[in-house]
């Protein structure tokens, strides 16, 4: 099966607040896992996908809104936030509607929580997003402002279906984040390998034998994960865009591996391995 997903940069975490996370439960490592990472307007219209949420719209409608909201200076670290002045404000809105159309994707900043102990519970909690522009070819990204998720959500909050790949074996990514990829290669291998849990084919929703998915990650030695075959993650998830902070959380609804192989003639063909639902009950991903 061929189909190609978005862009990734570097990497990212999301919640939708009605989990409390302890940081002790997190099974990727012992710490935060900071993550960022880019999603393109042009992956997101990937017929594929199928997702009705348009960078391009969101953008626009932000524009409208701008003036009313804190924005953040994207010059220091991610962990850094220090809100941009009046003056400074106008320019920045000033440049934006010059270049708006620009700007072509969505860059996320966030702590990603991984907890098995009770069931799965994988959370992501974005820290700030911001409109980027990203050139791939040229691996250059432009972030103009960050604007920072609030603790404190208004009742005008949007619930929309976001489809996208990130490519945990990113050089790049694997160069800006602090998460251990082999670790969450191995973790989600027990997973999809435990007899707690089921995991999907999807394309059939039939629930995984072990031998099956054992062939699927091409473990061959025992509990032996060092060379799982995973290349990447396909989330499915929902949005919740506060529309007058802009904060946006996320729940995952699935998660997905995916295989990279590439044929004779250097073709890259992507092969989804299973399927985990995380919410509601199991249905075809794409």
């Known amino acids: 099966m061929k189909y190609f997903f978005c862009i990734v940069f570097f990497l990212l975490l999301g919640s939708c607040n009605h989990y409390k996370i ?63 002045g009046k003056n400074e404000k106008n320019n920045i809105i000033d440049k934006f509607i010059k270049e708006k159309n620009f700007y072509n994707a969505i860059y996320f900043f966030e702590k990603w929580h991984l907890d098995t102990l009770n069931g799965i519970n994988f959370k992501k909690e974005p820290l700030y997003w911001s409109p980027v522009y990203f050139n ?22 949007v619930k929309v279906k976001t489809k996208y790949e990130i490519n945990i074996d990113d050089t790049i990514l694997l160069m800006n984040s602090n998460i251990n990829v082999s670790t969450l290669k191995r973790i989600l291998s027990e997973i999809a390998l435990s007899i707690k849990f089921k995991v999907y084919d999807p394309f059939s929703l039939k629930v995984l034998d072990k031998n099956t998915i054992r062939k699927k990650l091409e473990i061959v030695n025992g509990s032996d994960f060092s060379n799982v075959s995973i290349s990447s993650l396909l989330f499915e998830e929902w ?48």
């Open 136 to 157: 791939d070819s040229a691996r250059l990204l432009k972030i103009p402002f960050k604007i920072k998720n609030t603790e404190k959500i208004s009742k005008n909050v």
């Open 22 to 84: 302890n940081e002790s439960d997190n099974v990727l490592i012992e710490k935060n896992i900071f993550c960022a990472y880019i999603i393109s307007e042009k992956d997101l219209r990937n017929e594929i996908f199928n997702n009705n949420f348009l960078l391009s719209t969101f953008f626009t409608f932000l524009l409208q809104k701008l003036k009313d909201i804190i924005i953040y200076n994207s010059c220091f670290s991610d962990t850094v936030f220090r809100a941009i």
């Open 239 to 286: 949005w919740f865009i506060d529309t007058v902070t802009f904060s946006i959380n996320k729940k995952i609804i699935s998660l997905a591996p995916v295989l990279y192989e590439y044929n004779e003639d250097n073709e890259l063909n992507k092969k989804i391995l299973f399927v985990l639902f995380l919410e509601g009950k199991p249905h075809k991903i794409i």
